[in-house]
């Protein structure tokens, strides 16, 4: 059982940065790929950026692409957003996820292939 909590959410004006952390406890994450996703209101939930469990490939949505940034440290079993030139519409509650995979260089991109949520953390971006 693989528990995930994330953290570094916040209000933040539009321009600005924040990074998002993702803690993993119970296992190690570092045979599991990882993902962020977020809701918001009125919204259905929404793919943001994946990493392979090793770190070495990143995806992301078309949205986010240039202005966020995926990473891990297996070493500390935690997965990183880094989110720079937030938009108002990044608002949104934002949840890591972990999926197992055979391939190192696998990453995920469905929410169905995930096992794992955390619990969310909720990103304000104010114009």
């Known amino acids: 059982q693989v528990q995930l909590v994330e953290s570094g959410g916040g209000l933040v004006q539009a321009g600005g940065s924040l990074r998002l952390s993702c803690a993993a406890s119970g296992r190690t994450v570092s045979s599991y790929a990882m993902g962020w996703f977020r809701q918001a209101p009125g919204k259905e939930r929404e793919f943001v950026a994946a990493?392979?469990?090793?770190?070495?490939?990143?995806y992301y949505a078309d949205s986010v692409k240039g202005r966020f940034t995926i990473s891990r440290d297996n070493a500390k079993n935690t997965g990183y957003l880094q989110m720079n030139s937030l938009k108002p519409e990044d608002t949104a509650v934002y949840s890591c996820a972990a999926a197992r995979t055979l391939y190192s260089g696998s990453v995920r991109v469905y929410q169905h292939e995930y096992e794992y949520w955390g619990q969310g953390t909720q990103v304000t971006v104010s114009s």
């Open positions: 990493v392979s469990y090793s770190g070495g490939s990143t």
